[in-house]
């Protein structure tokens, strides 16, 4: 089983609509996760972060966490085209970020 | 002017060269890392360093190695590169907000034939 799991896709979503992307990870001690975009060719961008259990919002974004089910998802509201990206979970674990190998995500006029 | 810079941009070389790739920051971050990156596989720890004196093996070191020359300096070389070391590589640097956050530099093109 791998430490960070996430569905490749791509996951095509039509502009407006909200975009719901799933990681879900093997340790349960896992305190502090994270949500990178990528685009094509280029490197990963944070772009948030979430430790407690429950919802984190920030603009478009809202992180949501659910510990004991060990599942962190990233939620993108009113989605644009220039959403299109892939979309990597991080995990910390013992000094280092364990990566999901990320999910494309699609949005189409 | 961007925190974290890497050189060269891209570089193709040829089996057998060794090759550096250098990594620079200005965010005064004390923990930088190196990262190669595959289709399919994601992103792979080669090495990290948490200050000059500290230098760890990622889950995929072998064959490369790395030198932390300041606080601000993280360089990585292929002593003897070979085709499958082809891959984009990051640096990235921690000490943010939460000290785990990473930030990454624009990559490395690193083709070897």
């Known amino acids: 089983q791998k430490e960070v799991e996430q569905n490749s896709g791509p996951l095509s979503v039509p502009e407006g609509a909200i975009a719901s992307l799933n990681c879900t990870y093997s340790?349960?001690?896992?305190?502090?996760f994270f949500w990178y975009r990528q685009y094509s060719g280029k490197s990963p961008e944070l772009i948030m972060f979430?430790?407690?259990?429950g919802d984190k919002e920030d603009g478009r974004f809202t992180a949501q966490l659910n510990k004991a089910s060990q599942y962190v998802s990233l939620l993108i509201r009113d989605s644009q085209p220039s959403d299109s990206a892939t979309y990597l979970c991080?995990?910390?674990?013992?000094?280092?970020?364990?990566f999901g190998t990320g999910t494309r995500l699609q949005v189409f006029p | 002017d961007a925190d974290v810079t890497q050189t060269p941009r891209n570089r193709i070389t040829k089996t057998g060269k060794r090759i550096m790739l250098e990594c620079s920051q200005t965010k005064g971050h004390d923990r930088m890392y190196w990262y190669r990156q595959d289709p399919g596989l994601g992103l792979r720890l080669i090495y990290y360093?948490?200050?000059?004196?500290?230098?760890n093996k990622g889950e995929i070191s072998d064959g490369y190695s790395v030198s932390r020359q300041a606080q601000a300096k993280f360089s990585l070389s292929l002593e003897s590169a070979i085709p499958n070391q082809t891959a984009l590589y990051f640096c990235?640097?921690?000490?943010?907000?939460?000290?785990?956050?990473?930030?990454f530099g624009p990559g490395t093109r690193l083709t070897v034939t």
């Open positions: 990235a640097t921690s000490g943010g907000n939460t000290g785990y956050e990473q930030y």
């Open positions: 979430i430790y407690s259990n």
């Open positions: 340790d349960r001690g896992s305190q502090s």
């Open positions: 991080a995990v910390y674990n013992t000094d280092k970020l364990i």
């Open positions: 360093s948490f200050d000059v004196k500290d230098i």
